[in-house]
T-cell receptor, first 117, second 115 residues
Framework: AQKITQTQPGMFVQEKEAVTLDCTYD???????LFWYKQPSSGEMIFLIY??????QNATEGRYSLNFQKARKSANLVISASQLGDSAMYFC??????????????FGTGTRLQVTL | DSGVTQTPKHLITATGQRVTLRCSPR?????VYWYQQSLDQGLQFLIQ???????AKGNILERFSAQQFPDLHSELNLSSLELGDSALYFC??????????????FGEGSWLTVV
């Protein structure tokens, strides 16, 4: 079974600063994908970034980057130059990549990020 | 805009009633997932369909059922509703069913309130 752990229930960051949201995962499967989603107070679930377990380089998408440390089983999200609009709940999720069976996303409990002036 | 469309966005209904939530996946996506998000349970996987067939089942109650139609849209039916069924229900879609590096995009969710 897969498990995602997000140990920071809440985080504060000042506008224009960088912030790291922690995520550790547990799986015995060698092939998997790691995702980060943003959920603003309006409720929608917005895809931010994806990292495959065999990807050689850390994923980046604009101000978002994923600090992937496979040996430590961690996939931390780094948000650079925080903006007020980044205030939201952030979820880390994992999906095992199988060739023959269906595969669902397993989510962590989330980290609520508050960006302050 | 993720390209995944869910209707209705908000729904208030009484206990014991039945509702249907509808989802249209992104163009080209064959796999549809349903998730329930409640305050006490977090994000729970309910069920997955791929090209019209059920592929995986999660913590879906027997009072709930779903299907995916030939045009790939999906419906989640919730019956004999209880107060505890109040939650945000998400539909998501992806190209494949098995992971293969494809990302999963979520709709805006359907807020269900049971009174």
């Amino acid at each position: 079974a897969q498990k995602i752990t997000q140990t920071q229930p809440g985080m504060f960051v000042q506008e224009k600063e960088a912030v790291t949201l922690d995520c550790t995962y547990d799986t015995s499967d060698p092939s998997y994908g790691l995702f980060w989603y943003k959920q603003p107070s309006s409720g929608e679930m917005i895809f931010l970034i994806y990292q495959g377990s065999y990807d050689q380089q850390n994923a980046t998408e604009g101000r978002y980057s994923l600090n992937f440390q496979k040996a430590r089983k961690s996939a931390n999200l780094v948000i650079s130059a925080s903006q007020l609009g980044d205030s939201a709940m952030y979820f880390c999720a994992m999906r095992v990549i199988n060739t023959g069976t269906a595969s669902k996303l397993t989510f962590g409990t989330g980290t609520r990020l508050q960006v302050t002036l | 805009d993720s390209g995944v469309t869910q209707t209705p966005k908000h729904l208030i209904t009484a206990t014991g009633q039945r509702v249907t939530l509808r989802c249209s996946p992104r163009s080209g996506d064959l796999s549809v997932y349903w998730y329930q998000q409640s305050l006490d349970q977090g994000l729970q996987f309910l069920i997955q369909y791929y090209n019209g067939e059920e592929r995986a089942k999660g913590n879906i109650l027997e009072r709930f059922s779903a299907q995916q139609f030939p045009d790939l849209h999906s419906e989640l039916n919730l019956s004999s509703l209880e107060l505890g069924d109040s939650a945000l229900y998400f539909c998501a879609s992806s190209v494949s069913a098995t992971g293969s590096g494809n990302t999963i995009y979520f709709g805006e969710g359907s807020w269900l309130t049971v009174v």
